[in-house]
């Protein structure tokens, strides 16, 4: 974590108060990526934002989903989030930083941008693979999930499209490619996140 990382966060009130009901947990399709960004915007030290659950940080959270497969990978000890090493996960994502939006607000473009960015830090994948918004996910029952909020995306990989993790990349080990059922039968190896990803994208997708 860099001490002076500024990051994408939004209120809880205020996602309360767009919603008008509190926050549901789990994963929920009631808020647009344009209703999203709308809301008030604010980028907080990363270290005071990881113990800030009045905030939430949002999270591009993206699936790669080839031929019905969904891409696995675990997490090893060296990755950012040290709390989630050695789980497995199917989610790339990143933190947003004040840096992904030179004027101060976070438009779709520049959302998108981000999360292009974050592919690029750690796959080898087609520049141009798409990422359908899907929903939200939230999971307040821990302390990485207090504090952040998931916005989940499809991306669909052709069979013949080179796709790896970046070699340089943070400490991340492909496990292959994962039928939905082989994922959900060895679910206390993943992470929370990503089996409500999951659920998400096949409630939205079939």
């Known amino acids: 974590m860099k001490a002076d990382e500024q990051v994408f966060c939004l209120k809880r009130t205020d996602l309360e108060a767009h919603l008008r009901f509190p926050l549901p947990q789990g994963s929920f399709s009631c808020l647009s990526l344009a209703e999203l960004l709308q809301l008030t915007q604010h980028y907080l030290p990363r270290s005071l934002a990881e113990n ?7 999270i591009p959270y993206q699936l790669f ?11 090893g000890q060296r990755v950012g989030e040290n709390r989630l090493a050695g789980r497995l996960s199917l989610g790339i994502g990143g933190h947003i930083n004040s840096s992904d939006a030179p004027t101060g607000k ?25 990422a ?22 499809r991306c669909q990989v052709r069979p013949a499209e080179t796709f790896t993790i970046r070699p ?13 059922e082989e994922i959900f039968a060895a679910h206390d190896r993943f992470e929370k ?14």
């Open 193 to 206: 996140w990503t089996l409500l990803a999951l659920e998400l994208v096949l409630q939205k997708t079939g």
């Open 168 to 180: 340089l990349s943070e400490d991340l080990h492909p496990h292959g490619w994962w039928m939905p």
């Open 52 to 58: 800030d659950p009045s905030c939430k940080q949002v």
């Open 132 to 153: 359908a918004f899907l929903g939200l996910i939230n999971d307040d029952s821990d302390p990485v999930g207090q504090v952040h909020l998931g916005a989940v995306h």
């Open 106 to 130: 976070m438009t779709e473009a520049l959302y998108f941008e981000a999360l292009r960015r974050e592919r690029r830090e750690e796959l080898i994948c087609p520049e141009s693979l798409g």
């Open 65 to 75: 989903c080839r031929e019905k497969r969904f891409f696995v990978y675990e997490r």
